[in-house]
């Protein structure tokens, strides 16, 4: 087998070193009461072009050739060539995490970096090396500021992506952390800020929004950053689109920005893997969950970085860590942190700037259902068709269509949410329209 | 070493009794196990602490060690210097790096603890 | 002697922010063919943010000389040999990275219509099927990201069910030689922590666990082959012991390379477990992720299961989301797809009896490098290990030499370290596993450093314990780091 560097010769030199003269006598010590009864049930090895074929094969049964218009969460934006000849490299591909400082400057160098524009973007403070993904970065943030307030209890909008809200509440479930949920405006799509001052009081820990939302609305982040403050909550504000920080102003009142950085070359690659994050203010530092790479020197008094204030971490602090989490998404971070360099600080205000300008080309030929301000991403209903009507004429044209909402919002039954980036073509955006008449 | 006038325990804290003040720190053994200290973790002013239960946390680069509370009080004051300067610990856990002065409820409480002779003993056995 | 490395020049590099100056561009985009909007106008000029201060600004050669000089400074599997227990760090086929970017697969978006995706669905149940065949358990959940999350779904999983049956219980046992994950995901789930001490030879003390299984107690969570590389002999009598008293036993599954093809957990009496496909199943470490940490079931704990899950319906597959007794979901989507398609390229690529071969050559290894080495260094339990070896520091650390110092002199002969100080139960341990991908040339090459070490602590215990000398960056001063914390780049 092409992965085990050992001839037959090797192995029986390496037997006798033992002492056995089988390889079998190695699992002699196991009782046979566990021992395997039968050979696995699965087909020997294949070659590699069978293997190729294979996913080609599987591959062929998904969208191919298709425009689409879906959003909520996962965007379809270009991914510079750079990004994977960058990660591709064996040495950030193949290495290990970077505990031993000497050997993984490579690594711990570009984390630093990456946790620098990840506070460059949002506006905090200091940023961790990465959680799972924005939809986990939402529980964490939440237990961050249990721990933070002393406080027990959790406000979140609705407007916040509802399987994020999903893993919110699994999470808190079992930590004794109460969620309630508050609602959004019909009118604009905004939070209703009059029914989270009503929801609130003194044993909140943190109100949590999503800015722009999960109907594409630049959300009141200043407004529910005061009521939160005035009782003694922090704001925690999640993004899942991370190309709107090209253009919306950071929230500078947020303790904590936790999201999704999937849109920065992370491929879909249906629904995983991508990589969160958590940032927040310098006097939130200690209880931040995940990695954090520090500077530091060496012994030659050369700049050097190495991970830093791992007693907050599972492997130190145990049961009483911030979070369990061990393994991260260094190599997706990796491909963000590529994505950020090569677009640069105009880049990704150009970016942002052509998405906004799509999405807007968009509304103009299908009207937005919310008034409020929305970044590339509304809702919409079309007159005389169900969502379902209109998405099955538009896959006779090869368009995917926006995200029906009724399985998420039951009073938008009979609305999409539609999404337009850089790579939506103005023609299909055209016949989108079309097919909506 | 171990001054004369302190009372420690077996989980390496020492506490200074005067009067109904009580001056808690943990002891130069405490230190050289954990080695170089990076932080220290302190109550709020005002905490209510039992005998043997969690005032906090010291924490070197690799190793956290909870600092249990030799005697009940209340905070009073916690010190101000350990922030800055945590690595204070290491040179100077007996004087001037004091973790906490503590509102005594039960003075008595301290009679129970170790001497310096008896706590020197201690260690000593543990090596 | 130092005969597999040479010191060589690498490139010196600054951060990308000093690299960076006002102008300079990597990207280009196209025309826009539609009008472009006003900012302040479409969103209010309240919304619009000032430029990114900072965000660094160069051309696509910056870009590329900065992130390639930067990867020489690491270390990695494509180099040599990782000794790390319990990380598994096996050859990354290359072949997963290709298969893993075929268009359809890289661009399918979650949400897209399930009769587009069902590619991708045949990809995910067949995946679910292999991870049941090789676990002898009866379902599969794949949403889990890594393995910490899938220790957090089985102990959610083992809530719900004692919960139906009318009381979660309150406490977990765990191992004294376990993972930091172990107790950290535990306290998350809602459960305190108990201890269980190993016995004397390492292993599970069954007469302890008889007395600390009590009517509170949830479930006993262990590892297997344990953090010693050993076999825990008497798992299928624990396994009884806590099925009696109404708990489950939960396996961490981060050995299972020693398992895979020779024992299957279900077999011997574990109810839930999870797997690290990025240790057992080859998929890249990246740095430190991603990874995936698929939990496997038995048949009572199916229904609880992350929602959704896969069903067949006629002759297609189909997301069923009314999951009645579901714990609900642990993440957003379905799970790691990208890196489920590089496992399955793993297990595709061995099949049933390469996967066992592989198993038998990751013992072989561990043990052959434990004969070797025994001569020289401490090893406190003396019973058959498996895919990996621990051995302690006590005979170096007499002169005055520890784990760590010799972990950092094993860098300078060409090697990364292995697992230093952990598991807890061994004093100054050193824990080695070669893994299956290791060959005898690479091997000997480790052992023989290891040997060098050994008799260097004897004659020059300071050039140990000041290692290591030959890297561009010798020992960082962690200590500063923390204290003094600095965790971004500012402009000066």
């Known amino acids: 087998m092409r992965y085990l560097p050992k001839s037959d010769s090797e192995r029986r030199q390496m037997l006798d070193a033992c002492g056995v003269s089988s390889a079998e006598e190695l699992f002699a010590h196991l009782p046979e009461a566990v021992r395997i009864q039968k050979p696995l049930a699965l087909a020997p090895g294949i070659s590699e072009y069978e293997i190729v074929q294979y996913f080609r094969d599987r591959a062929a049964e998904n969208a191919n050739g298709y425009a689409s218009f879906l959003g909520a969460g996962v965007y379809n934006h270009y991914r510079p060539v750079l990004v994977d000849t960058v990660v591709s490299r064996g040495e950030f591909l193949t290495s290990y995490t970077p505990y031993q400082a000497e050997i993984s400057q490579g690594t711990l160098t570009t984390i630093f970096e990456f946790q620098t524009m990840i506070c460059q973007l949002t506006g905090m403070d200091v940023a961790n090396a990465s959680m799972y993904d924005g939809s986990t970065a939402v529980p964490e943030a939440a237990m961050m500021a249990v721990r933070a307030t002393g406080k027990g209890r959790v406000l979140v909008a609705r407007s916040v992506h509802p399987e994020y809200r999903e893993v919110l509440r699994t999470y808190a479930k079992h930590q004794g952390m109460p969620v309630e949920e508050f609602g959004y405006v019909q009118e604009t799509g905004a939070i209703d800020l009059e029914d989270l001052e009503r929801k609130m009081d003194g044993l909140t820990a943190s109100v949590i929004v999503q800015s722009p939302n999960f109907f594409g609305i630049v959300d009141q982040v200043k407004a529910a950053a005061e009521i939160a403050h005035k009782n003694g909550a922090l704001l925690v504000v999640i993004f899942t689109e991370a190309v709107s920080w090209g253009l919306v102003e950071p929230p500078a009142e947020a303790d904590i920005v936790a999201g999704e950085l999937q849109s920065f070359a992370i491929s879909p690659s249906y629904g995983g893997p991508y990589a969160g994050i958590i940032a927040t203010k310098e006097k939130y530092l200690r209880q931040v969950p995940g990695r954090l790479v520090g500077q530091s020197l060496d012994s030659r008094g050369k700049r050097a970085f190495c991970l830093t204030l791992a007693t907050r971490e599972q492997h130190i602090r145990r049961e009483k860590a911030t979070s369990n989490i061990c393994t991260n998404q260094a190599l997706i971070a990796l491909m963000a942190t590529v994505f950020m360099t090569v677009y640069g600080k105009e880049g990704l205000r150009e970016l942002a700037l052509q998405n906004l300008s799509k999405a807007h080309y968009l509304a103009g030929r299908v009207k937005p259902r919310f008034s409020g301000p929305f970044f590339n991403e509304f809702v919409a209903r079309v007159e005389g068709k169900s969502p379902d009507e209109w998405n099955k004429a538009l896959l006779k044209k090869k368009i995917i269509g926006g995200l029906p909402l009724g399985r998420f919002y039951p009073e938008l039954a009979d609305s999409v949410l539609l999404c337009a980036t850089e790579m939506t073509k103005g023609s299909d955006m055209d016949l989108l329209a079309e097919v909506a008449k | 070493m171990y001054p004369e006038n302190y009372r420690y325990t077996k989980e390496h804290e020492w506490v200074l009794v005067e009067g109904g003040t009580g001056t808690i720190g943990i002891t130069d053994h405490a230190q050289e196990e954990l080695g170089d200290i990076v932080y220290v973790d302190l109550p709020k002013v005002g905490t209510v602490i039992e005998q043997g239960k969690s005032l906090g946390s010291v924490e070197s680069v690799k190793a956290v060690s909870d600092v249990y509370c030799p005697v009940s009080g209340e905070v009073t004051e916690i010190n101000p210097a350990l922030a800055d300067k945590p690595e204070s610990l290491n040179s100077d856990p007996h004087g001037a790096a004091w973790l906490v002065k503590l509102k005594l409820s039960d003075p008595a409480q301290a009679q129970s603890l170790m001497s310096a002779a008896d706590y020197e003993a201690y260690i000593g056995a543990e090596k | ?492």
């Not at chain 3, 990996?388 to 094993?410: C, H, M, N, P, Y």
């Open chain 3, 1 to 492: 002697m130092i005969d597999k490395v040479t010191p060589h020049l690498s490139q010196n590099e600054s951060l990308i922010f000093e690299r960076s100056s006002p102008g300079k561009k990597a990207y280009q985009l196209p025309e826009l063919d539609v009008p472009a909007v006003d900012a302040a106008e479409a969103l209010g000029a309240g919304n619009v943010r000032a430029e990114i201060e900072g965000f660094p600004e160069v051309s696509e050669v910056e870009a590329i000389r900065h992130f390639t000089r930067l990867s020489t400074w690491n270390y990695a599997i494509d180099y040599g040999m990782y000794p790390l227990g319990s990380c598994t760090m096996k050859y990354n086929p290359r072949i997963n990275e290709l298969v893993a970017r075929i268009e359809g697969l890289a661009w399918a978006h979650p949400y897209q219509p399930e009769a587009l995706a069902q590619g991708a669905m045949e990809i995910m149940a067949r995946v679910e099927a292999a991870l049941a065949e090789i676990t002898g358990m009866d379902a599969v959940t794949l949403q889990p990201a890594a393995g910490a999350h899938g220790e957090l779904t089985g102990i959610l999983l083992i809530r719900a069910l004692l919960e139906k049956r009318g009381n979660p219980r309150k406490k977990i046992l765990i191992p004294d030689s376990a993972h930091g994950t172990n107790p950290a995901t535990a306290a998350i789930a809602g459960y305190a922590v108990e201890n269980i001490k190993s016995s004397e030879t390492g292993v599970l003390d069954v007469a302890a666990l008889e007395r600390l299984v009590t009517d509170d107690v949830a479930a006993l969570m262990v590892t297997n082959p344990n953090t010693l590389g050993v076999f825990e002999e008497n798992i299928a009598q624990a396994a009884e012991i806590l099925h009696k008293k109404g708990a489950m036993l939960y396996m961490d599954g981060a050995n299972m390379n020693a398992l895979v093809g020779i024992a299957r957990p279900g077999d011997f009496g574990v109810d839930v477990m999870h797997l690290n496909l990025h240790k057992t199943f080859s998929t890249p470490h990246g740095g430190g992720g991603p990874g995936a940490g698929p939990v496997a079931v038995k048949k009572v704990l199916e229904p609880f299961l992350p929602t959704p899950r896969l069903r067949r319906a006629g002759k297609k597959w189909a997301f069923d989301y009314k999951r009645k007794h579901t714990i609900g979901r642990v993440k957003a989507f379905y799970g790691n797809f990208g890196v489920l398609v590089r496992a399955l390229a793993y297990i595709l690529a061995h099949g049933g009896p390469g996967l066992r071969n592989a198993t038998v050559d990751a013992v072989m290894n561990a043990v052959y490098i434990r004969k070797q080495l025994e001569p020289y260094f401490d090893l406190p339990y003396s019973q058959a290990n498996m895919h990996e070896v621990v051995f302690s520091d006590d005979r170096q650390a007499k002169l005055g030499v520890r784990t760590g110092d010799i972990a950092k002199r094993l860098i300078d002969y060409g090697f990364h370290p292995y697992t230093v100080s952990f598991p807890l139960i061994v004093h100054g341990a050193l824990m080695i596993e070669p893994t299956e991908t290791e060959g005898k040339h690479e091997i000997d090459q480790f052992i023989a450093a290891m040997i060098s070490i050994a008799k260097e602590v004897e004659t020059d215990p300071q050039l140990v314990k000041t290692a290591p000398h030959g890297t561009r960056t010798s020992r960082v001063d962690e200590v500063t780091a923390a204290r003094k914390p600095i965790l971004r780049w500012k402009p000066a």
